[in-house]
């Protein structure tokens, strides 16, 4: 306890300048719905309201991007993934979302050169031949300087900002309390999952700080890659990598972002394109690693019609039975099957309550329905897995965490294709690969070898069954087994009544002090106080006093039902 509340006490700072500025930006109101009045009035010296008028005008999705923008990384990073959640929010929020960027000024190389000293071993300008004082790039939590090896080698060093990760600390610690906040007292914001989203948030950008980890990502998927030619990899150079700072090699190019100056260069728009999707297709569908933020600006096109992936601090994982399920969703939508298509979704969004599971089914099957003999060509992959987000979304369900991230990286990635070329059709590049790892996986060595693997683990269950039995009914003779009742909001309602008993408690004290000090008035002889009986007249004292409280204490419990409503 005691740590928790130092804890609150050091974020208190960063929790009133967050509220400023959700306040600037129109959001004031939510504040108060979830009942940080309090704190909403100690962050007052934070508010600037030069711009207020402007900002009332603006749409909410842009006043939240706003907002999320100045609040620095950690909100920055939870945007970006926000913008994957399709299946949550809606196109004008999601257009939003993927407008948000990490861009900021960067840090002068005289802040950075005590860290970078300590990881390098010297300064940079004796650990490489060359070192660039201007960043090449710089975003919040790493930037990046161009340098040269001693061999010749041109890299670059990305190096994280001193400082960051306290920054970052405080605010998942603040938005863990705020998730668990928003679930607790605003049921309608439920659906979205806050806290399942905070932590989503908090795995991706541990992973993201340790620029280390960035470059294992980044030597697996080369490895899985390596069959593919005419995709680069950066090469990691260990000896000067950590987990504040990595050097990897520099990579010409032209960047996905600028498409202008291919032609003359004599790369292959249409090449490109296909090649692109076969190496992400095969990172998600074959390796279950892919580099899960494939934007223009992590790409770039390279002479002999090479394409290089640079930046894999955000990667995807798939479990081979998330992989078994996507390529059955997938080859039901290229094939026009929709009883597949329903299966896996439903399989994914669960049997949640109050959810018309019936509904949700016949809208699915529809969907695909309506697919049926329309050319492959025409099929836009990218487009139905955003209709299909659209479905679950409108019924409240939410993809898993590791499928948004996935058919966010689908949407992307044909939308990449299509500005390389716009005859580009991701359908008939993923046909092919989806049918040859089907067809791989029921191979009969490996059909064997799981039907062996399923086997051993019944034999397992099947041995432990007799101990198991036995062990429950001892336990049930002994009296010691005890079964276990979950009831939601139990503890709620609980609360709820030991308020109200309290409160009827006292109000049964006031009466009876109301009657006691009206029979002690009629008696005749001992003190007084202003002409009056003593005892009487503090009696109707202390019983007007407690009917204040309870007037204040009902009208308080009023106004958060209001609130919550």
Not at 386 to 408: C, F, N, Q, Y
Not at 453 to 471: C, G
Not at 521 to 549: D, E, I, K, N
């Amino acid at each position: 306890m005691l740590i928790e509340t130092l804890g609150a006490a050091r974020d208190m700072g960063r929790l009133n300048h967050i509220l400023g500025v959700l306040i600037r930006h129109g959001l004031g109101d939510t504040v108060r719905r979830l009942g940080l009045a309090d704190s909403l009035e100690r962050a007052g010296h934070a508010l600037k309201w030069d711009h207020a008028a402007d900002l009332a005008r603006l749409a909410p999705p842009v006043q939240v991007r706003l907002a999320i923008e100045e609040l620095g990384p950690a909100f920055v990073k939870l945007g970006q993934i926000l913008a994957g959640r399709a299946d949550l929010f809606g196109p004008e929020w999601i257009a939003e979302f993927e407008k948000l960027h990490s861009r900021v000024p960067p840090v002068p190389l005289s802040q950075l050169r005590p860290q970078l000293a300590e990881d390098l071993g010297g300064q940079p300008e004796a650990v490489f031949a060359r070192f660039d004082a201007e960043p090449l790039a710089a975003a919040s939590i790493a930037q990046v300087h161009r340098a040269q090896l001693h061999d010749g080698t041109e890299v670059v060093v990305k190096i994280r900002r001193p400082g960051i990760t306290e920054t970052i600390s405080a605010d998942l610690r603040l938005l863990a309390r705020l998730a668990a906040l928003v679930e607790a007292e605003v049921p309608s914001l439920k659906p979205y999952r806050p806290q399942q989203l905070v932590r989503e948030l908090a795995r991706s950008l541990q992973r993201e700080l340790d620029l280390a980890s960035e470059c294992r990502n980044a030597e697996r998927i080369a490895a899985n890659l390596a069959s593919l030619p005419w995709i680069v990899v950066p090469r990691v150079h260990w000896a000067h990598t950590g987990e504040r700072v990595n050097v990897q090699d520099f990579v010409a190019g032209v960047p996905g972002h600028d498409l202008s100056d291919l032609e003359a260069r004599g790369l292959d728009r249409s090449l490109l394109a296909q090649r692109g999707s076969q190496a992400v297709l095969k990172m998600i569908v074959q390796d279950g690693l892919f580099h899960a933020d494939p934007h223009p600006g992590n790409v770039f096109y390279l002479e002999g019609n090479r394409i290089a992936f640079i930046d894999f601090g955000m990667v995807g994982r798939l479990s081979e039975r998330r992989r078994e399920e996507l390529l059955q969703l997938l080859l039901g939508l290229v094939e026009r099957h929709p009883q597949t298509v329903a299966d896996v979704l439903l399989d994914w969004a669960g049997d949640e309550h109050g959810v018309n599971l019936a509904l949700l089914e016949t809208e699915i099957e529809a969907f695909v329905d309506q697919y049926h003999g329309v050319p492959l060509a025409q099929l836009s992959l990218g487009d139905m897995l955003a209709d299909v987000t659209t479905i679950l979304r409108e019924h409240h369900l939410g993809l898993p965490s590791d499928m948004a991230l996935l058919i966010k990286a689908f949407i992307t990635l044909e939308g990449m294709g299509r500005r390389l070329d716009p005859d580009f059709h991701m359908t008939a590049e993923a046909l092919p690969l989806l049918r040859q790892v089907v067809r791989a996986r029921y191979q009969p060595r490996l059909v064997a070898n799981r039907a062996w693997s399923t086997l051993r683990r019944t034999l397992s269950v099947a041995e432990q069954l007799p101990h198991d039995v036995s062990r429950l009914l001892r336990n049930a003779r002994r009296g010691r087994l005890h079964v276990g009742i979950d009831l939601a909001h139990l503890k709620r309602v609980g609360d709820q009544i030991d308020r109200a008993a309290n409160r009827l408690t006292m109000a049964l004290v006031i009466a009876a002090l109301i009657i006691g000090s009206s029979i002690v008035m009629t008696v005749q002889g001992g003190p007084t106080l202003f002409g009056l009986p003593a005892f009487g007249f503090l009696g109707f004292a202390s019983a007007f006093v407690g009917g204040l409280w309870l007037v204040r204490a009902m009208w308080r419990s009023s106004k958060g039902r209001d609130l919550s409503e």
